[in-house]
């Protein structure tokens, strides 16, 4: 099993910046990928942005050039930098890990609420 925790969302004005940290525990060998998902109300679960072991990284495009996404493999932490924020980004922010451990596997963390003000 890996826990995850995470942090840092809260409510920003529109033009702003937030940095989301997700700690992972447990076990966390073999963690293929770290990243991000979110949810708007009344919406599906979107992908935003992910990392790899290997230090590669994938954004969703409605993020691309406004949002980072970096890891600490010593922390097993991983972070979403979100800058230029619109009303549109507001969501509950979800990490997501994926190891491939005896097959693959993914666990979500409880979700940070993120709000943009207009």
């Known amino acids: 099993q890996v826990h995850l925790v995470e942090s840092g969302g809260g409510l920003v004005q529109a033009g702003g910046s937030l940095r989301l940290s997700c700690v992972a525990s447990?076990?966390?060998?073999?963690?293929?990928?770290m990243g991000w998902y979110r949810q708007a109300p009344g919406k599906p679960r979107e992908w935003v942005a992910y990392?790899?072991?290997?230090?590669?990284?994938n954004y969703a495009d409605s993020v691309k050039g406004r949002f980072t996404v970096s890891r600490d493999n010593a922390k097993n932490t991983v972070y979403l930098q979100m800058n230029s924020l619109t009303p549109e980004d507001t969501a509950v922010y979800y990490c997501h890990v994926r190891t491939t451990s005896g097959g693959v596997a993914d666990y979500w963390g409880q979700g940070t609420q993120v709000t943009v003000s207009s």
């Open positions: 447990g076990s966390i060998f073999n963690i293929y990928r």
């Open positions: 990392m790899t072991s290997g230090g590669l990284s």
